[in-house]
């Protein structure tokens, strides 16, 4: 069994390595690298369906002692967040052949890296090694932003990579600080250690701190909406399922197993995620480009993580980790489907597109269907993720909370009827800014289809909740109680 | 199963709505036809209950859905939900008929009757919700297809108008689905009928007000109660067949259902009642108020729905069974006059392509069976007998007259009913003066008959229904006993008697007539009255405000200075370091005694100096040397602190980063471009900041605990377990080599970074090296150090070496020749490409894991075997392969550069 | 003690650095910001043990070897990243002939 815990990162890095060496012949790249997509996809299935119980998966990295090697563990959240970031690596590669965007040799190496940067900070217990696959994927990252190399790519470039370079250099000195307090920087060694030492704790939220940065929570989510928008269509879409999630979910797993029981964080972590709640959709609303809307709605939806965070408990990580998964679905088809439209129409900006919807149907549809998940109307998947988190909330007491939550609900609907409006229903614009060439009908139908397929997949996930919400308790409940995961990691 | 016939009956629509594309591209705009037999059957579903649900039963179809989150596939029929659904089905068959007659035959519909079926279906699916979030779920539904059917294909006007009745209904929407899910927090299941059964756990807590406040929130906005009463008229830019179905019989009423549904949980205690009689009594008389100066029929329909909407949220509020019966009555006769009036405006405007109440006389004339209808239609409305309206009008007036609550409430609401009555008087008998009256002005005929008969039924049903009045009071009574939750009488009839409501009717009739007369006296002073504001300009303003504001917000942090950005991150991490530390106060233990060499603090202070001079330098050059030698220093204090491995490797990288520097310096001006004198402040007190806050933390953190169960046993597992005697090594390549697989990848995409954004227009020479000593020391130097690199890539297990070193020794080597013989020598020395070297270390080091999973059952499991020579035995370690793939891409990654950065450019 | 000023000081200088303008300059005091977070890290094992951690030297005198590797592996992940701001300098260079990337948003 273990060889499924190695496969996410092994199969990747190989694939990267191959499709360099294969970096003059584009169909042999595409092949392998959605090859190894669709594989690690099914590894991930499995192990989500190795897990459902409960069950958490062990794989030591070389054969040493339990304390004091790296273990790569699957327990029902990493499970999930495997697949869900599998299958969001095969539609936007998918969409990126579509466009072609992997003319650049080196986009599919570079991807794949990023995958694998991104599935081994989700299998990994040691929070060193967390540093080192969070540094792979930035790295990879950091190429792809700026892969076209324009004036706009280089300006957004440099405030991309200098932010999260001090964020790093920060978790680095918060490990060091870490490991100076508590001698380990094993997850299971150090699980529930805030709550005994003081020393462990402040050098925990530093830790929680560099990791916000990461994951875009206010006050230092600007750079988020000021660089994702200048990267291609497809790597932007890339990074909302990626690499945000990723240092969201390094928040979740060092806040779980390291501050277990130690609710001192709880009303910091409410007060940040309303603000950024707030922050991030009063920001959305008030661009006029698409990419720039949905940009700052990433920062707005990190917030709702964190709150389901904050109120902790089964209740409140269930809801997180529910909405988490289904996020990233819905996000990734909306970026996708406004890439769409800058394929077609050469623009993002609102006022410069109208009356898509009459030409592009297809594409109309999804990106309707997939924001109105967003803006959480029933019964689409967005729909059930607020309504679990406002329960949690509601249960816990925390009202203030669950009152800006759903303000900013509508103020989501807000925006995404201004999208709505302003690009898909509207009048034709006076004069069509001409693409390259008018793509063929088989072109479109590639550059719709992985947003239709997404949006679909998030209709899906709406109407059978139930079966991604067992999931998602169950993977709560082993946040709550890590004994199970704790066991695994030192077995 | 007959529970499943309600089901089936929802099914019904939805599949009706799944082939309504189907019918509407083969059969045009006829495909209402069969699109209305598909409601008549659904209807029939249902009615195959109607006996039992008449009979105070209850029809329940459970099935479950997302048991976790507490939201259930729960359909109840019950007499308040079977006289809604009739009225969805019943007018929604109509509505079908006519729209087969009223749309254009030429265009496609495709899009009007696949989003009417589905609308159709989610309002039936909203009255026969039993479970509060599937209420919920059709509630919002309803909202997104009354947007979709506003907006049609996107223009200005309806665009506009969509967008208002979309986010109005949305706002009061999202309140009224957070008063639901406290709802089902509080009473802990979400299933309406176990609500209601006990509405003190609901309506008794304390977050009641709360609640109830939220749930009138959206039952308001959705039934466009003043003040939310503005998005009604504005929709009504949509086509006719939409404003008869969504704006006049169904989706508005949702409000008031919700309202009748919940009558346990207002009448239960609190200024509930009255607040609803209150809201819906004045926007009675504010919608009558509007619609009679209007001129435009359909927006004069428009608010007179307001006006009606109005009443009937009243008597849902007043909550009695003869409120509840008058209501009942009431929802009928106005969805079946109200429908009339619509169907036959969209007639007239189809014959004489005008609404304007002026321009259209004399139509009895030349449409008498139009006239016909209409005539119907407006005596209902007028509340004139034998008509249901009138029955209705009576009864709601002897409901009013009973109100419970604070004594002045019931003459106040009758007060408020009866004036909004003698108004609907009076516009209605303009409707019918207006447009049948007086000469015929423009040649017209009737309409098909086909076109004609929906709204010739609803208008004869609405005097047949009133005669047989008496035949309505078991679904009147059954809707009451629903709503209220327990049974009672009701009586309805065309007379009952002289009774003050009678009275009360017959003086609003006259009172009517009278305003009618002096029509065109009140015209006059009417037109220069106007509301200060109307509510869609308050609705505009708040729109544009928000997307200032939103503006004004995202400013701040959209800066494309790094700077800022950077300013933010130091902030907020220093604020959170310290909020942390004052949070949990831990002490600091006591320091293990440091043996504190004098070469420490040299070290420190030479570094000082170093950064100082690093940080203020002015010239390029300058910052670099103090760059390099602060570099130096700091590898002088990792061999002080017992670890060469690390100071050769930082000196290496060292170098190598100073050189890198040099060239990117090419071609820059000799000084730094100065920041501004603020700026510069800012960067200082922030250094200070800073600086402070990490030798504070080095300080609280380091060197007060003896060393970690890792580190010994590491040192002891090193030499035994790994066969390497250099500790450091063995974890990097044995232990830990996970990390440093990361570590080489991410050196590897680096090395692509650098190739894909520094090497483009770069020729390929490269300045060269003339001199002859260089050169030639070059060539007898390379073999050497090749040499070298290999020792030490060898040795680096037991001793300081290892993968990274060997590398950045071969990778001066290359550096050497570069710089002599130009790109084309290192080619000639080294045939193979960097990105090639850098692919093949990566696949080596996976290789080498996958190896070590197959054959020892752990990815990167090492094996060490023992060699027999002559002088002995020697361990040899697995783990060299995985050391050669770090040299690989170290390698890679150094010729990488210097390709890049090292070539001529123009 | 005498660690603790000399992470000060590489962390306030390399701080002054980055927030200064021009690519390179920034680049410079990432370094510097590196060399704080990494004595950091290798003086987070204890700093009253150093003998150099080699088969032979005693458990009791050895310094700890975990966080040497931390910073090995630190300095080579740094190091990519400084060659890569580096590389963005280089690009901005030569496409607007200096490495100051900052101007209207």
């Known amino acids: 069994m273990s060889w499924l815990l190695v496969l996410p990162i092994a199969l990747p890095l190989a694939a990267a390595a191959a499709t360099i060496v294969a970096r003059g012949r584009r169909r042999t790249q595409r092949i392998l690298s959605v090859g190894c997509a669709l594989v690690v996809l099914a590894g991930a299935v499995a192990l989500v369906w190795a897990t459902r119980d409960g069950e958490v998966l062990a794989a030591g990295m070389g054969g040493w002692p339990a304390r004091f090697r790296i273990t790569l563990v699957a327990d029902p959240f990493a499970a999930l967040m495997l697949t869900v970031s599998a299958l969001m690596v095969t539609v936007c590669t998918l969409f990126a052949a579509a466009r072609g965007e992997d003319e650049q040799p080196y986009f599919h190496s570079l991807v794949q890296v990023l995958f694998a940067g991104a599935c081994g900070a989700y299998l990994t217990t040691d929070i060193f090694d967390l540093f080192v696959f969070i540094e792979v994927a930035l790295i990879a990252s950091y190429v792809l932003l700026t892969l076209g190399g324009s004036l706009r790519q280089l300006r957004a470039g440099a405030v991309y990579v200098t932010t999260n370079l001090l964020a790093s250099t920060a978790f680095l000195a918060g490990v060091a600080l870490l490991y100076g307090a508590a001698g380990t920087v094993n ?49 932007t879409a890339l990074f909302s399922g990626l690499l945000t999630k990723m240092g969201v979910y390094a928040m979740f797993r060092v806040y779980c197993t390291v501050f277990q029981g130690e609710t001192t964080l709880r009303t910091p972590l409410l007060v940040a995620a309303s603000l950024t709640m707030l922050l991030g959709v009063l920001g959305a609303v008030g661009r006029e480009r698409m990419r720039d809307i949905l940009s700052f709605h990433m920062a707005s939806q990190v917030g709702y993580l964190v709150m389901a965070l904050g109120i902790s408990g089964v209740a409140g990580l269930s809801a997180g980790i529910f909405f988490m998964l289904q996020y990233i679905v819905v996000k990734t088809s909306l970026f996708l489907c406004s890439g769409a439209v800058e394929t077609f129409e050469g623009t993002g900006a609102l006022s410069e597109l109208g009356a898509v919807a009459r030409r592009r149907p297809v594409l109309a549809a999804a990106f309707g269907v997939s924001a109105l998940s967003l803006a959480g109307v029933p019964p689409l998947s967005g729909f059930f993720a607020k309504l679990a988190l406002l329960q949690a909330a509601f249960v816990a007491h925390d009202y203030a909370v669950a009152g800006v939550a759903v303000a900013v609900s509508f103020l989501t609907l807000f925006s995404m009827v201004k999208i709505w409006n302003g690009v898909f229903w509207g009048d034709p614009p006076a004069e069509r800014r001409r693409t390259a060439a008018t793509p063929t009908r088989g072109r479109a139908a590639a550059v719709v289809a992985p947003a239709a397929a997404l949006a679909a997949v998030g209709v899906a996930v709406g109407l059978g909740a139930e079966l991604l919400w067992a999931l998602s308790a169950r993977a709560a409940g082993l946040l709550v109680d890590p004994a199970a995961y704790i066991e695994a990691v030192l077995r | 199963m007959s529970a499943g016939l309600v089901g089936l009956s929802l099914l019904l629509l939805i599949a009706a709505a799944a082939l309504a594309p189907l019918f509407a591209r083969f059969l045009g705009r006829d495909a209402g036809y069969p699109l209305a037999g598909f409601f008549v059957a659904a209807l029939g579903l249902l009615a195959v209950h109607a006996p039992a649900v008449l009979d105070d039963e209850r029809v329940v179809l459970s099935l479950s859905w997302v048991p976790g989150l507490d939201v259930g596939l729960v359909l109840v029929l019950d007499g308040l939900s079977l006289l809604f659904a009739l009225l969805v089905l019943a007018v929604g068959a109509v509505v079908m008929a006519y729209s087969a007659r009223y749309l254009d035959p030429e265009a496609s519909h495709v899009r009007v009757y696949t989003l009417l079926t589905l609308f159709g279906a989610a309002m039936l699916g909203l009255v026969l919700a039993g479970d509060v979030m599937l209420l919920f779920v059709f509630w919002e539904l309803t909202s997104v297809l009354s947007y979709l059917l506003i907006g049609g294909r996107g223009g200005g006007a309806s665009k506009a108008a969509a967008t208002r009745a979309f986010l109005v209904t949305g706002l009061g929407g999202l309140a009224l689905f957070a008063g639901l899910v406290l709802m089902t927090v509080v009473a802990g299941t979400g299933d309406v009928r176990s609500i209601l059964a006990d509405p003190g756990v609901v309506a008794g807590s304390s977050l009641a007000p709360v609640i109830l406040a939220l749930v009138l929130a959206g039952a308001f906005t959705k039934s466009a109660q003043f003040p939310f009463h503005f998005w009604l008229p504005g929709a009504m830019v949509a086509p006719t067949p939409v404003s008869t179905y969504l704006h006049a019989a169904t989706m508005v009423k949702a409000g008031v259902y919700l309202v009748a549904r919940m009558t346990p949980l207002f009448a239960y205690g609190g200024p509930w009642r009255t607040i609803i009689v209150l809201v819906g009594v004045t926007t009675a008389v504010i919608g009558a108020s509007l619609a009679l100066k209007q001129h435009d029929l359909k927006e004069l329909l428009a608010y007179s729905t307001v ?202 009739v006259t009172l009517g007539f009278v305003l009618f007369l002096l029509r065109r006296r009140i015209d006059r002073a009417l037109d220069p009255v106007d509301l200060p504001t109307s509510g869609a300009r308050v609705f505009d303003r708040a729109y544009d405000a928000t997307i200032a504001l939103g503006r004004r917000s995202g400013a701040p942090f959209t800066s494309s200075v790094p700077a800022v950005h950077m300013g933010w991150v130091l902030g907020a991490l220093a604020t959170a370091a310290v909020a942390a530390w004052l949070a949990w106060s831990p002490g600091v233990p006591p320091a293990l005694a440091t043996d504190e060499l004098g070469a420490d603090q040299v070290v420190a202070g030479l570094l000082a100096l170093g950064a100082a001079g690093a940080a203020l330098a002015r010239s390029r050059i300058g910052a670099v040397a103090a760059l390099g030698i602060v570099g130096f220093l700091v590898a002088v204090l990792y061999v002080l602190l017992g670890g060469p491995d690390l100071a050769i490797t930082q000196l290496l990288v060292e170098t190598l980063t100073v050189a890198l520097v040099v060239l990117v310096f090419r071609k820059l001006p000799r000084t ?206 697995a783990s060299l392969v995985f050391d050669a793939g770090v040299f690989l891409v170290v390698l890679g990654a150094i010729a990488a550069y210097l390709r890049t950065f090292g070539g001529d450019e123009g | 003690m005498t660690a603790a000023v000399i992470v000060g000081v590489l962390a306030a200088a390399g701080t002054y650095l980055v927030l200064q303008r021009g690519l390179v300059r920034m680049a410079l005091g990432f370094v510097l910001l590196g060399h704080a977070a990494n004595v950091l890290l290798v003086v987070s094992g204890g700093i009253h043990r150093r003998g150099v951690p080699i088969e032979g030297e005693t458990v009791g005198r050895a310094a700890d070897p975990l966080p040497q590797a931390f910073t090995l592996t630190a300095i080579v992940i740094g190091f990519g990243m400084t060659a890569f701001l580096l590389a963005l300098a280089f690009r901005a260079r030569r496409d607007l002939g200096d490495d100051d990337l900052e101007g209207e948003s």
């Open chain 1, 187 to 235: 997850f299971a060694e150090l699980a529930g250690r805030a709550r005994t030492s003081g020393e462990v704790a402040v050098a925990g939220t530093f830790i929680l701190g560099a990791l916000a940065v990461k994951g875009g929570l206010v006050p230092v989510h600007g750079w988020l909406p000021r660089s994702y928008p200048a990267a291609s269509p497809a790597v």
């Open chain 2, 307 to 508: 006006s009606q909407l109005g009443f009937l949220m009243a008597l849902a509020g007043i909550g009695t069974y003869a409120a509840l019966a008058a209501m009942a009555a009431h929802v009928l006769a106005h969805a079946l006059y109200k429908a009339t009036l619509f169907m036959v405006v969209g007639v007239i405007d189809r014959e004489a392509g005008s609404r304007d109440i002026r321009e259209l006389t004399g139509l009895r004339r030349a449409m008498p069976w139009t006239a016909g209808a209409t005539a119907l239609a407006a005596l209902s409305m007028a509340g004139i007998p034998p008509f249901l309206g009138f029955v209705s009008k009576e009864e709601a007036f002897a409901a009013f007259l009973g109100t419970p609550g604070p004594g002045w409430l019931a003459p106040l609401a009758t007060t408020l009913a009866a004036a909004s009555a003698c108004l609907t008087f009076a516009y209605g008998a303009r409707i019918f003066d207006g447009a049948f009256e007086g000469p015929l002005t423009q040649k017209l005929f009737d309409p098909r008959r086909s076109f004609l008969v929906p709204a010739a039924l609803t208008a004869l049903a609405g005097l047949g229904l009133g005669l047989a009045v008496s035949r309505l009071n078991p679904l009147a009574r059954a809707a009451a006993d629903a709503a209220i939750g327990a049974p009672g009488e009701v009586d309805l009839a065309l007379w009952h008697g002289l009774t003050p409501a009678l009275a009360l009717a017959a003086a609003m």
């Open chain 2, 672 to 877: 730094f471009a100065a920041a501004g004198r603020p700026r510069r402040v800012a960067a200082g007190g922030a250094a200070v900041v800073v600086g402070t806050l990490a030798a504070a933390g080095t300080y609280a953190f380091t060197g007060r605990r003896g060393i970690s169960a890792a580190g010994a046993y590491f040192l002891r597992a090193g030499p035994d377990e790994a066969g390497g005697r250099n500790v450091v090594n063995t974890i990097l390549v044995d232990f830990r080599a996970l990390d440093t697989l990361g570590e080489i990848a991410v050196l590897a995409v680096a090395a692509v970074g650098v190739t894909v954004l520094a090497s483009s227009a770069l020729s390929g020479a490269g300045t060269r090296e003339r001199s002859l000593i260089l050169r030639e020391a070059t060539r007898v130097l390379t073999p050497g150090m090749v040499l070298l690199a290999v020792y030490f890539l060898l040795r680096g297990h037991n001793a300081p070496g290892g993968g990274f070193i060997a590398a950045l020794i071969a990778g001066a080597t290359l550096v050497l020749q570069h710089l002599t013989g130009g790109v084309g020598q290192v080619r000639r020395l080294l045939p193979v490409s960097p990105p090639t070297l850098l692919a093949a270390g990566l696949l080596l080091a996976v290789a080498y894991g996958l190896a070590g999973l197959l054959l020892g059952g752990h990815f990167l499991q090492g094996a060490i075997w023992q060699i027999d020579l002559s002088a002995g035995t020697a361990k040899l370690a």
